[in-house]
């Protein structure tokens, strides 16, 4: 069964932000059977999932340059607070300032805090050494589009987190596409596997892939995302 979270809002968000643990806007759905959870990890490991996050991980860590620079941009109907909230825990406690996001909202309230009040404004201002991360898991509308392929003119490196949307797909620069309902892991999940891989450390090419050769990062990287995929997946039932 694919991996499920539901959707964090945006109170809990700015809850979580005043307490700094963004990682409590995770809920799950009832338990999981631990020889499943064990089937996906072996899944995605052979299918080379988990290489292609490692190396969009590495595109969006690399490709922004300065802290704010990271605009995450969702869709009017699905604005991506779980990965706005995991992105900003995994900047903090890592000290990575280029990782904090910046979520760019359709229609932000008047009233919002500060980092729940950026505009599609902020997008026209989008410039070379930033980078627009789009996270759509239905088909981008067509404004979308127009606001990616501005950003694109203007310099901004481009990725997307999608649902296989051939037409973002060809707008940006490096794109993760999530096998649909009946694939490995759920959209959410995946969402959770980018930002934890984000925050690694640049460098090994392994420590995604392969067996575990004895102590060292590589077997650190691989005991998290078993951990990840614990807490994702929901309590196991023996």
């Not at 290489?51 to 300065?66: C, D, I």
Request: aromatic share 4%.
């Amino acid at each position: 069964m694919p991996l499920a979270l539901t959707r964090g809002a945006p109170a809990a968000w700015n809850a979580a932000r005043k307490r700094g643990s963004p990682d409590r806007l995770v809920r799950h759905h009832g338990a999981v059977d631990a020889n499943q959870v064990a089937m996906l990890r072996e899944a995605l490991s052979s299918t080379g999932w988990l290489e292609r996050t490692r190396e969009f991980a590495r595109a969006l860590r690399t490709s922004t340059r300065r802290p704010g620079g990271l605009l995450l941009l969702g869709t009017p109907e699905a604005e991506p607070w779980h990965l706005a909230a995991h992105l900003d825990d995994e900047s903090r406690q890592g000290g990575i300032p280029e990782l904090t996001p910046t979520l760019v909202r359709w229609r932000p309230p008047p009233d919002a805090p500060d980092h729940l009040r950026v505009g599609l404004d902020r997008l026209e201002d989008a410039r070379r050494g930033e980078t627009l991360f789009v996270v759509a898991e239905e088909t981008a509308p067509v404004p979308l589009l127009e606001r990616v392929d501005d950003a694109r003119r203007t310099g901004a490196v481009v990725l997307a987190l999608d649902g296989g949307d051939r037409e973002l797909e060809g707008l940006a620069h490096e794109t993760l596409s999530v096998p649909g309902p009946n694939g490995f892991i759920s959209f959410d999940g995946a969402q959770h596997l980018v930002s934890a891989a984000a925050a690694h450390p640049l460098g090994s090419r392994e420590e995604w892939a392969g067996p575990s050769t004895g102590r060292g990062s590589g077997r650190r990287l691989r005991e998290r995302l078993a951990r990840l995929l614990d807490t994702v997946s929901g309590p196991t039932a023996d």
